[in-house]
Structure formats: C-alpha cells, structure tokens
Nanobody, 119 residues
Framework: QVQVVESGGDLAEPGGSLRLSCAASGFPFIRYVMRWYRQAPGKERELVAG???????NYADSVKGRFTISRDNAKNTVYLQMNSLKTDDTGVYYC?????????????WGQGTQVIVSS
C-alpha cells in the first residue's frame, strides 16, 4: 500500500523557520523524484523544490537561498527546511513522488500539511 505522509506544518512568524517531513512507503523510494508543491489560498498549486534519485535539486525562484530540500533514502523520507519565512510562503504544502520510464509512470501525492506565516 502506497503512503505519502507530510508533517511539520505549523504557524510561524515572518523570518522564522520550519522543517517539513514527508514519509513514504509502499514503493521503491530511492528511484523516485521527490518534490514539494504548495498551494496558497485562491492560487494554483506550484512547484517549490525537487530532488532526484542522485540528489540533484531544483527550486522555485521565490524560495532559492531560503529553502533546502533533502532526502534520507534509508528512512524513505524527504525534508524541506524553510528559513527566512515570508507571509507569501503561506499555503498547504504537498509532497509528491514521481517515477517514469519507457514502461510505466507512477505519481503519488500526500494529503498536505498547512503552513501559515503570520505575525
């Protein structure tokens, strides 16, 4: 049974930090690209950061230098360290696991964790 479970969302003040975790099970985690998306109220879901199986990373311009994505393949977990938070970082953060090859495509989502940045 595939499971993707986010945690760590909370209320934080501007300038503060949060660390999100995403625990995965039921699929070969090490082979998957793991991504964090977020959706702010009234806006479309957007890609925040991604990390591939080799550890290569990419970030949205809006979070570069503030957020860091990492993965622990031994724990089947991906993290998002968020520093210097801004009110614009408010939203529901979703974890996504993606894999594709010439035969198959797998795309799994978690239920999301709420981040609110407010003073």
């Amino acid at each position: 049974q595939v499971q993707v479970v986010e945690s760590g969302g909370d209320l934080a003040e501007p300038g503060g930090s949060l660390r999100l975790s995403c625990a995965a099970s039921g699929f070969p985690f090490i082979r998957y690209v793991m991504r964090w998306y977020r959706q702010a109220p009234g806006k479309e879901r957007e890609l925040v950061a991604g990390i591939n199986s080799a550890g290569g990373t990419n970030y949205a311009d809006s979070v570069k230098g503030r957020f860091t994505i990492s993965r622990d393949n031994a724990k089947n977990t991906v993290y998002l360290q968020m520093n210097s938070l801004k009110t614009d970082d408010t939203g529901v953060y979703y974890c996504n696991a993606y894999y594709s090859d010439y035969r198959t495509l797998s795309d799994y989502w978690g239920q999301g964790t709420q981040v609110i940045v407010s003073s």
